[in-house]
């Protein structure tokens, strides 16, 4: 119990903390004008209140993604919880706020352009493929695991499930923010909510009573306690596996969208680093929870790995159980509107990049429509493809993207002669998380299947390497700038 509390006071504290530092590193203003205003379109870009960007930002990043990945991450032990807290603080929420921030700079643009303006062409490019790719997948994925569950719920044909989501999904990507997204998105964000206050409710009137005991983090537990230690390495799968509630480059292409619809500079960190910290709340919930309800992390993976058990059936166990038919309405509420809503906004995303890349405004809707039919005709193509094989990559691109990013701020805090330190210090780990996970993990999930005696030393390089590269490349950078100013100053 005293790690769950500890941990949720630790989240809540690097809110108020370390978010306020970045946004006065960050120097927000509110007096500059946001997009929002100097680029109203009454689509994309128009202002909101607060309270709603900040639901909508938690809906969209958080989805499924830090019950389902929670829920996987619990399988390895109580390491989850440091990672939750120590990610998501350091690592995640930065990564969201200046996502976000430096989008609204730019007067709102993708992820790619902010990317290619720190990164470089080749940058841009490789950030343009990556977000797409993982909108793609995201979006399909969201498309048949909502629209198998809705089929096994209602007895309903699967064909008429993929064609009703999808024509929500055409919908939800061409009308104006306001329309769909902001008036009911908000409301699933308020049930996400309930339902892990909820969960955390019960769990810890269980803990008080004595029928449940919840697992604490000490020292022995600082090992992998997954049934399968030999395939599920603890380093590098449980960062990649715990992405969202800790560190995930999907919010990259998330944020630019609400950054087109803040108010002021000075809601960002509530929107962006606000919104990470409550995701990384509810990941937290619920890897506590799938420890607790099955006993310990032994009974949880005799669920799930031995018993076949996925974490869908984990979450409409817990929620059954525990909270009884309010629960199980939640739970189906979760385990459908979310992911659904999660998908529509992977659509959006790409719509606006591709936008980007074509610099097509999307004021008119014959604009909107010549990039969403052909984006739709390609997802509705993948939707009939066996998608096992391109699943098994979504957490690596998801953590490559998150890498760039990371990379970018810290580019950003060097040309401004900022601490870059708070991105460049998570760049290099994840830079060796995401090598080490490309060459040691088995061919079955994506990597090339390298003995630890290699991986591990060949990864650690790769990170340091990329570490000097950015230290040289800052060093050379800020002497010509020395030299620029010194040339000014003499014509002046």
């Known amino acids: 119990m005293w790690t769950f509390f ?3 006071a630790a989240l809540i504290t690097g809110y108020f903390l370390y978010g306020r530092w970045m946004e006065r590193l960050f120097e927000a203003d509110p007096k500059r004008q946001t997009p929002a205003f100097s680029k109203e379109d009454g689509v994309d870009f128009q ?10 930002e938690f ?18 032990g109580p390491m989850a919880f440091l990672w939750i807290v120590i990610g998501c603080i350091f690592m995640g929420a930065v990564h969201d706020y200046f996502s976000g921030m430096l989008s609204l700079r730019m007067g709102g643009a993708s992820i790619p352009e902010v990317v290619g303006k720190y990164l470089g062409p080749a940058g841009r490019q490789a950030m343009r493929i990556l977000s797409l790719l993982l909108l793609l997948i995201v979006g399909v994925a969201f498309v048949a695991g909502p629209a198998d569950l809705l089929t096994s719920y209602t007895g309903g044909g699967l064909v008429y499930w993929l064609y009703g989501i999808f024509a929500y999904y055409l919908l939800a990507t061409l009308l104006p923010i306001d329309k769909i997204i902001g008036r009911v998105y908000p409301i699933f964000g308020i049930v996400l909510m309930i339902m892990a206050l909820g969960v955390a409710g019960t769990m810890l009137l269980g803990e008080f009573s004595g029928s449940v005991q919840m697992p604490e983090l000490h020292w022995r537990h600082l090992s992998n306690a997954h049934y399968q230690p030999e395939v599920h390495l603890l380093f590098p799968m449980l960062f990649i596996v715990i992405s969202c509630g800790a560190l995930s480059g999907f919010h990259s292409t998330q944020a630019p969208m609400m950054a087109r619809t803040l108010s002021n500079e000075k809601e960002g960190r509530m929107a962006f ?6 995701e990384g709340i509810l990941a937290m919930i619920w890897a506590m929870a799938a420890m607790t309800y099955f006993g310990d992390v032994e009974g949880l993976n005799r669920e799930m790995q031995i018993a076949g ?24 509420i979760g385990v459908v509107a979310c992911p659904i809503s999660t998908g529509d906004t992977a659509f959006r995303s790409a719509r606006l990049i591709l936008a980007d890349i074509f610099q097509w405004d999307q004021g008119a809707i014959k604009n909107r429509l010549m990039i969403s039919i052909p984006l739709f005709l390609l997802a509705f193509f993948m939707s009939q493809l066996d998608f096992t094989t391109i699943w098994k990559y979504l957490g690596i691109t998801n953590q490559l993207l998150a890498v760039l990013v990371l990379w970018t701020i810290a580019v950003y805090l060097q040309r401004s002669e900022k601490i870059h330190w708070i991105s460049s210090i ?67």
Request: hydrophobic share 55%.
């Open 6 to 8: 500890i941990a949720i």
């Open 47 to 56: 202002p909101m209140p607060l309270w709603k960007v900040f639901l909508i």
């Open 59 to 76: 809906l969209n990043i958080a989805g499924l993604g830090p019950i389902f990945g929670a829920v996987l991450g619990a399988l390895y």
């Open 273 to 278: 680093y606000g919104a990470m910290i409550a």
């Open 309 to 332: 058990h996925g974490p869908a059936w984990v979450v409409s166990e817990i929620c059954n159980s525990w909270m009884g038919k309010v629960g199980g309405l939640l739970a189906l």
């Open 426 to 492: 998570p760049a290099t780990f994840m830079s060796v998380v995401c090598s080490a996970y490309l060459l040691g993990a088995p061919l079955s999930q994506g990597g090339l299947g390298l003995p630890a005696n290699w991986f591990y030393p060949l990864s650690i390089i790769f990170g340091l390497a990329l570490l000097l590269i950015f230290l040289y490349t800052g060093r050379i950078k800020a002497q010509q700038q020395k030299v620029y100013r010194y040339k000014k100053s003499l014509q002046s």
